[in-house]
């Protein structure tokens, strides 16, 4: 039976014991019906999993004696940037899941002249947040120990101060001749920048090919914002990485 893996932002030390939030509690108590004993697996981000046995069948706040360690490595052995142009809310949510469900090792949103985008500072911080609790969520289903980093909201003019010199630049344009497949990569890293709905203008397109990044074409056809990021990094995976 697979054990019940959450994230705990605090330190985690084996003989300790530690109390879990309010949802992680609920989640255990009332909804997966766990009783003192039971088995539970944390991880806060380290590259650790925890071995805890539950203590008590507090619903808001339960306690849990931390048993043993394991080290865990899942990460990919390539290292994987996704620059995400802003869509809506559902679709970056999906973006991001899938994205680090697949071993991407950091995301970009960035805003594009057709990025939907009409956010107060406080409520960029409060998505900024969100995503980053849907990159948690993502980790505690994959089993991943390391949380992939979601950089604040940027604009593309200062997306180059991000960028790796060393890395590989692709950016997905159904009208490039090149493939996937053709790109030659001998890099320490992949950048890969997928536009926003309604893609990119030519001011755009020329800027991303003056910080240095390759145009290609994912196949004959034309795939939604959402879709094109995860395919993307599962055929980087498949040919250079660990799928």
């Given at each position: 039976m697979?054990?019940?893996?959450l994230?705990?932002?605090?330190?985690l030390h084996c003989?300790d014991?530690?109390?879990?939030?309010?949802?992680?509690s609920?989640?255990?108590i009332?909804?997966l019906?766990?009783k003192p004993?039971?088995?539970v697996?944390?991880f806060?981000g380290?590259g650790?999993d925890?071995?805890?046995?539950?203590?008590?069948?507090?619903?808001?706040?339960?306690?849990?004696?931390?048993?043993s360690?394991i080290?865990?490595?899942?990460?990919?052995?390539?290292?994987?940037?996704l620059?995400q142009g802003l869509s809506?809310q559902d679709r970056?949510?999906?973006?991001i899941?899938k994205?680090?469900?697949?071993?991407?090792?950091r995301?970009?949103?960035v805003?594009?002249?057709r990025?939907?985008?009409?956010?107060?500072k406080?409520?960029?911080?409060?998505?900024?947040?969100?995503w980053?609790?849907v990159?948690?969520?993502?980790c505690e289903?994959?089993?991943?120990?390391?949380?992939?980093?979601?950089?604040?909201?940027t604009?593309?003019k200062?997306?180059?101060?991000l960028l790796?010199?060393d890395a590989?630049k692709?950016n997905l344009d159904?009208?490039?001749?090149d493939?996937l497949?053709?790109?030659?990569y001998?890099?320490?890293?992949?950048?890969?920048f997928i536009g926003p709905e309604?893609?990119?203008?030519?001011d755009?397109?020329?800027?991303?090919?003056s910080d240095?990044f390759n145009?290609?074409r994912?196949?004959p056809?034309?795939?939604?914002?959402e879709?094109a990021g995860?395919?993307?990094?599962?055929?980087?995976q498949?040919?250079?990485?660990?799928?």
């Open positions: 697979r054990i019940t893996r994230y705990h932002g605090g330190d003989g014991s530690t109390r879990v939030d309010a949802n992680a609920n989640h255990l009332r909804v019906r766990s004993g039971a088995d697996i944390l806060n380290d650790y925890y071995l805890c046995k539950t203590i008590d069948t507090d619903p808001k706040k339960t306690s849990l004696s931390i048993e360690r080290e865990v490595n899942k990460e990919s052995s390539i290292s994987i940037t620059i809506r970056m949510e999906t973006t899941q994205s680090i469900e697949l071993g991407v090792n995301i970009i949103p805003i594009c002249q990025s939907n985008y009409r956010l107060t406080e409520k960029e911080t409060k998505k900024l947040e969100h980053r609790k990159a948690i969520s993502a289903q994959s089993g991943r120990c390391l949380i992939p980093e979601i950089v604040g909201i604009s593309l200062e997306l180059a101060s790796s010199p590989l692709l159904p009208a490039a001749n493939s497949k053709e790109s030659d001998s890099h320490t890293g992949i950048e890969i309604g893609g990119l203008n030519n755009e397109r020329e800027g991303l090919t240095g145009n290609i994912f196949g056809r034309i795939l939604r914002t879709t995860p395919a993307v990094i599962s055929a980087v498949t040919l250079w990485g660990d799928l």
